[in-house]
T-cell receptor, first 112, second 113 residues
């Protein structure tokens, strides 16, 4: 049973436009949500996180929005750059649990 | 420089053989994890350890074993009982405080030949 779902396996956008990656979850006990970026044959690197008590967190070109009532979060990248092309994983954690639960990832392609 | 080191980067194994993947961290993190990545499957948790000499099964522990004798090290053994071992294996570690999640190693690609 998937607790974190990324329903779009891939997304393609033009350079300079906005990329919006979506993530849904089912476990209401999740305390933190994180986004990771991954290139092929490399480990994921942390991008941005948000606590369940917030609805928005911003870091440069990256903004994460959390809608707790809908159990939905999204990552916005503005403006998108070709170097942003990678697989993006949404992940969630219960604070007392130590375990990160990942979605299946979304492949973002930013076209020049 | 602190980080997580996984070795080797690429590993080939004959069917029926056990193989051990190395993971070392110098971040002074208490918790360590092993994940497996398959195409279209995302990252699935194999084993994790919150403290030395203790570890728990994750979602797909069958056919794998681990040990945690030192804080810095969390080796993963892929046994011959693992039916489909060819995959990309990722080790991670974490400290308390979840703002930054895990720190991942660069991974080991295991291929059974």
């Amino acid at each position: 049973d998937q607790q974190v779902k990324q329903n779009s396996p891939s997304l393609s956008v033009q350079e300079g436009r906005i990329s919006i990656l979506n993530c849904d979850y089912t476990n209401s006990m999740f305390d933190y949500f994180l986004w990771y970026k991954k290139y092929p044959a490399e480990g994921p690197t942390f991008l941005i996180s948000i606590s369940s008590i917030k609805d928005k967190n911003e870091d440069g070109r990256f903004t994460v929005f959390l809608n707790k009532s809908a159990k939905h979060l999204s990552l916005h990248i503005v403006p998108s750059q070709p170097g942003d092309s990678a697989v993006y994983f949404c992940a969630a954690i219960e604070g007392s649990n130590y375990k990160l639960t990942f979605g299946k990832g979304t492949l973002l392609t930013v076209n020049p | 420089d602190g980080g997580i080191t996984q070795s080797p980067k690429y590993l080939f194994r004959k069917e029926g053989q056990n193989v051990t993947l190395s993971c070392e961290q110098n971040l002074n993190h208490d918790a360590m994890y092993w994940y497996r990545q398959d195409p279209g499957q995302g990252l699935r948790l194999i084993y994790y350890s919150q403290i030395v000499n203790d570890f728990q099964k994750g979602d797909i522990a069958e056919g794998y074993s681990v040990s945690r004798e030192k804080k810095e090290s969390f080796p993963l053994t892929v046994t011959s009982a693992q039916k489909n071992p060819t995959a990309f294996y990722l080790c991670a570690s974490s400290a308390t405080g979840w703002e930054f999640g895990y720190t991942f190693g660069s991974g080991t690609r295991l291929t059974v030949v």
